[in-house]
């Protein structure tokens, strides 16, 4: 057997980090979006990432419709199941308070994890790598292509949703509302159609997400509460609220993973994704990147 | 203009207001004044839909507004400047003032007015970029109230606009109010500084516990031995001389 040189495991475990941790980054991103506008973590944040991957693989080999068309056929699907979530159980509750809201997050996740427990079955899925199989090789890392994707596609995501909240009359308004949501009734700002419109938008980056990473990591039915848990991880290290602190914890959690099951043992990786965790609200509560005023303010 | 009948407001189970009747005429200033805890900012919050009445009716311009949301009451042509100003701390002065229009479909007329405001006060128009969070108190008030103007209401509603700021930046607020009414806008406004309100204003009330106990003039008011001794500071040894 070809020996690897350290070089080349070193690159080969910081790409997978990488590829891992742009998935928590956007899993971190939805948390965020959810909870700057309501201050609910949504913890069906993962079943959205679930169901974007099983929805992938039903449009591409069950429909067999072309890429693209399938991947925005997913997000579509998807943001619709985020859109329902919202007016069916967060809407009808009137002066519920926000811990009552995350506890009806979480019973949506078991809910979700069922019914995709029933449609699927419990087998994991994969579908193709969006372009080849050929991996390209880096320093004597050998690179799957599909990492490009998940690295380009996640960039993509960030900007965009960079310009709509700082360049839409949408998005400074769903800022607006998580900045003072009884300023933003008094100039006219709809509150719960903005957080109708985080839902949705939460549930999108979870479908994309969920997309991107099956035909690397495959994708069954209870994904969604580990990876929740580590987006979750991500969003708190970063600061809640802080797109650019999700985005830089959850690269950074992706590759302390990929570090420790590369070079210590896999075993350990989700238990340090959460001594991370417990660390940084040991040393900093308020995160990484977080406002540490807000988050005196901030239920939670 | 607008037309408050018997309102009755809940604060959970505190009966706030106990049948509030008052009304604001077109080009008006009217001001309500009382101690704290009278209930002044309930009155406020009721017009605007955020503590709805229980009971009682408030008619503006005609259209019964008692049930209207708060975020709908905007567009029936009523901006309320909240307690506390509550700018949008995180958003630039330039977005708080685009959130303030965010109900018009102008575009360009909201660029236009924007612009205007921008002229209008050198303190904005210096941080025009900044988080407004970065703002000292007074600076606050004033892109509170230029926010509420960009929607264009025919009604402003004013929460203790001069609270917390120094005696010069309440001139300034002051000020501004005189040029507003000039200019043809209808003012409710409530003050603790009663004196510089009943000066400022053609009307007031006197709210106490929930009711309103007098209202006048504001040179009635002024003249009123009880307004003089409760609220206004002077002529308090008058009235325990004799």
């Not at chain 1, 994707?149 to 839409?168: C, E, G, Q, R």
Request: with cysteine.
């Amino acid at each position: 057997m070809e020996r690897i040189s350290l070089i080349g495991q070193l690159t080969q475990y910081l790409f997978t980090g990488i590829t891992v941790g742009s998935i928590y980054a956007l899993v971190a991103v939805g948390f965020n979006i959810i909870y700057n506008v309501t201050e609910i973590i949504n913890f069906a944040q993962g079943e959205f990432v679930m169901l974007g991957g099983l929805i992938m693989v039903f449009f591409t080999a069950v429909a067999k419709l072309p890429l693209p068309v399938a991947f925005i056929l997913t997000i579509a699907a998807v943001t619709g199941v985020g859109a329902l979530m919202e007016r069916f159980t967060i809407n009808p509750l009137k002066n519920a308070t926000v811990l009552t809201m995350i506890i009806v997050t979480i019973a949506v996740s078991i809910l979700f994890k069922g019914i995709a427990m029933f449609v699927w079955g419990k087998d994991p899925y994969i579908i193709p790598p969006f372009s080849g199989s050929e991996p390209i090789f880096i320093l004597g890392a050998a690179i799957q292509t599909q990492t490009i994707w998940v690295l380009l596609i996640t960039a993509v995501v960030v900007v965009l949703l960079t310009l709509f909240f700082k360049k839409t009359r949408y998005g400074k308004a769903m800022l607006a509302c998580a900045d003072d949501p009884e300023a933003a009734r008094l100039v006219g700002i709809r509150v719960n159609i903005m957080v109708l419109i985080s839902f949705a938008l939460s549930a999108a980056i979870g479908a994309v997400a969920g997309a991107i990473i099956t035909p690397i990591s495959l994708m069954e039915y209870d994904r969604g509460a580990l990876l929740a848990l580590k987006g979750f991880g991500a969003a708190v290290m970063g600061g809640l609220g802080s797109f650019y602190g999700a985005v830089v914890a959850g690269i950074f959690l992706g590759i302390i993973e990929s570090l420790c099951a590369g070079f210590v043992s896999s075993g350990y990786k989700d238990a340090v994704a959460l001594l991370l965790l417990l660390l940084v609200l040991y040393i900093r509560p308020s995160g990484l990147f977080g406002n540490v005023e807000a988050s005196k303010i901030k239920e939670f | 203009m607008l037309k408050l009948k018997s309102v009755h407001t809940y604060y959970g189970n505190i009966h706030a207001l106990r049948g509030v009747s008052l009304h604001v005429n077109q080009g008006e200033i009217v001001t309500l004044i009382g101690a704290n805890g009278a209930g002044k900012t309930t009155v406020l919050k009721t017009i605007s839909g955020i503590t709805p009445a229980s009971r009682g009716s408030i008619t503006f311009e005609g259209r019964d507004v008692t049930k209207v949301a708060a975020e709908e009451i905007v567009r029936a042509g009523i901006s309320h400047v909240p307690e506390g100003r509550k700018v949008f701390s995180t958003l630039s002065l330039r977005d708080n003032l685009e959130m303030g229009g965010f109900i018009r479909r102008d575009k360009k007329e909201v660029q236009a007015d924007m612009e205007r405001f921008k002229k209008k006060f050198p303190i904005l128009a210096d941080r025009w970029n900044q988080m407004a969070g970065t703002l000292s108190g007074g600076e606050q008030q004033i892109l509170a109230i230029t926010r509420a103007l960009m929607a264009r209401p025919r009604l402003l509603i004013l929460d203790e606009p001069s609270m917390g700021l120094s005696p010069l930046l309440v001139k300034e607020i002051f000020k501004i109010i005189k040029v507003l009414r000039e200019e043809g806008t209808t003012i409710l406004l409530i003050e603790q500084n009663a004196r510089a309100a009943l000066h400022i204003a053609d009307r007031g009330y006197v709210l106490e516990t929930g009711k309103i106990v007098l209202q006048g003039k504001c040179r009635m008011l002024l003249e009123h031995e009880e307004v003089k001794r409760a609220y206004l500071g002077k002529g308090y040894r008058e009235v325990w001389e004799d």
